[in-house]
Each structure stands twice: as structure tokens, then as C-alpha cells.
């Protein structure tokens, strides 16, 4: 966690009382989870109390044969994972991770990595969701509390909102089955090649792949890809098919499982969100020749762009980001090896809205001043 104080850690009697105790006081403050992550995106607010929900971290109702879950937003995500796991289901995210990190402090970053190809996002797995005003009034949204709601739609207004509208106190998540069989390949050729791959994948074959995206290292593209199924026949099944359609411009290779899962980010690593039109996705491949690891997922052209420290620099990234802005894309700094001058994010066309829902939510600007997305943070600083 990085050098922030004061640090609270209420429990849940206290919670409440004490977001009441800084609204009065109209003292700026930090909503955290595990506070794995603060480090992340634009520098905090060095006068920011930083409340970290660590001890709500409780699993509330599993309702295994409803295939929904409903949790505390302390809970870490690996514990959540592994209890569902006991039941044979999981939770389809893969998001990045600079250590252990809340339920409730990824649904905030609302970065989903790869596996939304067949899952969809974060977003799209919430249907229910508790959270705090900064005065301390509790509301609830989304499952089985409110119907037919109008208004708001909360969940998804606070899934990528960086905690700069309300503190997320509780979900409710969609579960899946935990898949009995998975297979795990690499796909080489030429560009023009797996790009034909990728539009037939998408528009026109039966397959449903778990994951399908770009990778990108040096001047070398390819395509990863899993396929998933309830056994081996069925998985066998989908790898022929497979083979049809690459026919002998495309290599298929078999690899480690290990090799797909998510790796944690280190401390002296440059880490970026960024996305453009999926059509644009080659063009942005075919700039690329510096030290950049680029993942970006097939159909939605968003992804990851990772470097060491030593072989990036900042220049590097806002070329990057230039890049991404040409193609009608965009690029955000979520982590940086050194201080960085470049900002985080840039505004977005519908600022004004945005800023209108940081006002209404949270009137006297307490909730991470200066990290507001859609927002320029040297804009934000100023509301």
C-alpha cells in the first residue's frame, strides 16, 4: 500500500458513523478495499484520508443453484474464487493485479481482461449492488432488493467510476460453472491471415471461444484462443473445426495453461488500459516495434499494454496514446514505473455529464479528488 495517511480501518458497526465524522468535517477521503491498488491512476490527494474496507469482507448468500453470489466488497477476490470453486462455479474475470485486491475494489477499476470475449464485462455479471454516499446515506440497487427501477442504474454507473462517487459496500454477482475441459492455443501467420480468422470467428463460425485476442511482442503478432467445453469430445470437436478454418496459412500450436493466466504487475512495470475499433486493431499492431506487450481481445479491441521501466519511457507512452487517439481509441496510465507527467486520462466528450454526476453524488468533491473518469485530473482538481 502506498505511504497514505491516515489509514482507517472501520468495522461494520463503525462504518457509517465515521463517513458521517469526515462529511461534517468535509474532509477528502479515499474509499479502498485491500489498498493493493492506490497507486494506481492519477496521484491521490496528498491530504486524502484513505477508509479501507478490509474487515466487511464476508461471503453473504451463495445461492448455488440460482448461480448468484452475494458478498461484502472487503472480500479478497481470490477467497471468493476459491469458495465458489467448493461449489463448482467461479466468477469469469481475469482482471490485471498488483497484489490481492477486493471484489469491490475491481468492480470499481472496472477492468475485466480478457475473458469478457464470452463472459461480457464486470458490468454485465452485477445485478445487485450496496453502496455509501459520501454523507453516509446507505441505498441499494439491482437484484432481488429493487425491481423495475427508475432513475440511475447504479451498478453500472459505479462499475469503472475509481470510487469517485460512492463507496461500493456490498454485490451481488452472476456465477458460472467452473468449465471441465479447457484448451489453450496459440495462432501464428500473417497479419492479413489472422485477421481473415478473426472476422470469420466472429461473424460466421459456430465456435465460441472462451477467449480470443491479439498479442503483441516486438514485430511479432498473434492470436490466443480458448476453447472450452463440458469433455474432451466436445472440446476435441471444436479444435477440428478450428483447424478447418486456418487450413494451412495458420499454425496451430498447443500451450501451457499457465501461459493465458493473468501475471501480477511489479512495481518497476509500465501497465496501460487502452482500445480501438476492433477493425483498427492490425493498424495499431503494425506501429508497434518498441518494447511494448500488447493483449487486446478480438471483438472489443480493449487491452493492455505492459513495459519494464528500463526499456519505456514516457515519450514511448504518449506516442502510444497518440497511436490510440488517431484510430478513435484511447490509452490511460493505470501504473508507472517513476513519477509520470502525462495525465492518467484525458476528458471525454460527454464530460459535463460527468462532472453533473460528481455533484450530485458527492456535493462537497470528497471521494477521490482529482480521480474522476472522463475527467482531465488537473480539471477534476478544480471542480
Known sequence: MPDLAPLLTPDPKELVDLVRALHADAAPWCPSGLGQHLHWGPPLSAKSTVLSLRRHNRVLEHAVGDFTVQVEAGLPLHTLQQALAEQGQWLPIDPPLAGDSSIGGVVARGLSGALRHRYMGLRDQLIGIGLLRSDGTRAQAGGRVVKNVAGYDLMRLLCGSWGSLALITSLTLRTQPLPRQRLQLQLSGSRTALQQLRQELLLRSPLAPERLCWCHQGQQSRLLLSLVGLNGAAVAAQQAQLNDLCGSAIEVELIEPAQLQPTAVAADQWLLRLAV?????????????????????????????????????????SLLRQQCDALGGFLTVLQSPQPCHLPAWGDAPHRPL??????????????????LPGVEPRQALSL
Open 354 to 371: 460527468i462532472e453533473a454526476l460528481k455533484r450530485r453524488f458527492d456535493p462537497l468533491q470528497q471521494l477521490n479528488r482529482g480521480r
Open 277 to 317: 475499433q476492433p477493425a483498427q486493431v492490425v493498424n495499431l499492431l503494425e506501429q508497434q516495434h518498441g518494447p511494448w506487450q500488447l493483449q487486446l481481445t478480438a471483438a472489443s479491441g480493449l487491452g493492455l499494454a505492459r513495459a519494464s521501466g528500463g526499456d519505456a519511457m514516457e515519450h514511448q507512452v
